[in-house]
């Protein structure tokens, strides 16, 4: 793994673990959506930090060159997020549109009560 | 002095006629909301027949959504203290009395109704993941919460702001934990519960353990990186 390798890993690293951690301080992101990005952060940290364990892990995978092996676990990270981001908005989705349907449902309610009220008060008159 | 009863009810429509019932006829120096987590049975409809106090949220948001909405409405209406109850009837209201007496003997923010101040812990898996949260509390604060996960909280005017107005103040140990390094004091009364007795739980068996890693995560990890404010 050459150096430069690792120092892109280190700098992705530190610069994903900072911008968690500043957007935390500024109460700008829950508490769910960090645990990603801080594992992330600490993966990617120890393979720029410690390369012994990508060469290990590629020579048990079968995977010739350890800078494969990183770019694997990049794939696999990305891959989980998209999965979940994925199934979040299809979650979001479905919400939205029973949220519209339920705000629907319930104005024509108050309007059909409101127009209830105004009949009755005409007919006092 | 008011104080709010907040009851967050998903598909509960087997138990909420009891649990509201009992706080109208027995404790009506409480004032009480049902908040109504979008469920998809016939909890609404009760609701609406008996006359409860409802506050109905169009979609499902989860207990701490619900939790903040109830918190949110005391807030709205100038409550002094908002108990949190569960809407399946396994907490009794007898004891908010102790609880807000216990409130105002020690001046403090957060009393947890715990089944676990004169009583010792029975062993389960579920009262395993309860200690592990408890030595988590008290290795990165240095105190003692008993029963981490009661439901039965009652917190004063000062954390009804903080609980629903501003992010990360969830209902959860993780919560509690980065509260007490802030500063803020928080009690424990005995209190005993009883099993459900109708009904589905809000934690099921595969949410528990994404439990036990998000709360683990939260105290261990996530608390450090937040700015603490008294």
Not at chain 1, 6 to 28: D, G, M, N, P, Q
Not at chain 1, 108 to 124: G, H, I, N, S, Y
Not at chain 2, 15 to 37: A, G, H, L, S, T
Not at chain 2, 40 to 47: G, H
Request: net charge positive; glycine share 6%; charged share 25%.
């Amino acid at each position: 793994m050459s150096i430069m390798l690792r120092t892109a890993l280190l700098i992705v690293a530190a610069f994903s673990i900072v911008w968690i951690i500043a957007r935390i301080r500024r109460s700008k992101v829950r508490l769910e959506d960090t645990l990603f990005w801080v594992g992330t952060g600490g993966i990617l940290a120890v393979l720029g930090l410690f390369p012994q364990v990508s060469y290990r892990m590629a020579d048990a995978l079968g995977i010739i060159s350890p800078a494969n092996f990183v770019f694997l676990i990049m794939i696999c990270l990305l891959f989980e997020k998209v999965l979940t981001l994925s199934i979040i908005h299809s979650q979001l989705e479905d919400k939205y549109v029973t949220m519209a349907a339920e705000m629907a449902l319930r104005c024509k309610d108050l309007e059909e009560q409101v127009e209830e009220l105004k009949k009755a008060q005409e007919d006092k008159n | 002095m008011k104080c709010l009863i907040i009851i967050p009810a998903y598909n509960e429509a087997d138990n909420i006629e009891k649990v509201v019932d009992n706080i109208i006829k027995n404790y009506p120096q409480y004032d009480y909301v049902v908040v109504n987590d979008g469920s998809t049975d016939a909890t609404r409809k009760v609701c609406k027949t008996r006359g409860y106090n409802l506050l109905e949220l169009p979609v499902n948001v989860g207990l701490a959504g619900a939790v903040k909405s109830g918190i949110k409405y005391a807030n709205y209406y100038q409550y002094e203290y908002a108990v949190q109850i569960d809407g399946d009837g396994q907490h009794d209201p007898a004891y908010i009395a102790d609880m807000l007496e216990e409130m105002k003997r020690n001046d403090a923010d957060i009393v947890i109704g715990s089944r676990f101040v004169d009583e010792k812990k029975p062993f389960s898996s579920r009262m395993f993941g309860s200690n592990l949260i408890s030595l988590a509390i008290w290795i990165t604060t240095g105190k003692k919460i008993r029963d981490v996960t009661s439901g039965m909280r009652l917190f004063n005017k000062k954390m009804i702001k903080k609980f629903g107005y501003q992010m990360n103040y969830g209902p959860e140990p993780d919560t509690l934990a980065f509260l007490l390094n802030c500063g803020v004091k928080i009690c424990e009364v005995q209190v005993s519960m009883q099993e459900r007795t109708a009904g589905t739980s809000y934690l099921t068996m595969g949410r528990s353990i994404s439990y036990m890693m998000h709360v683990l995560y939260g105290i261990l990890v996530f608390q450090w990186f937040r700015k603490r404010e008294r």
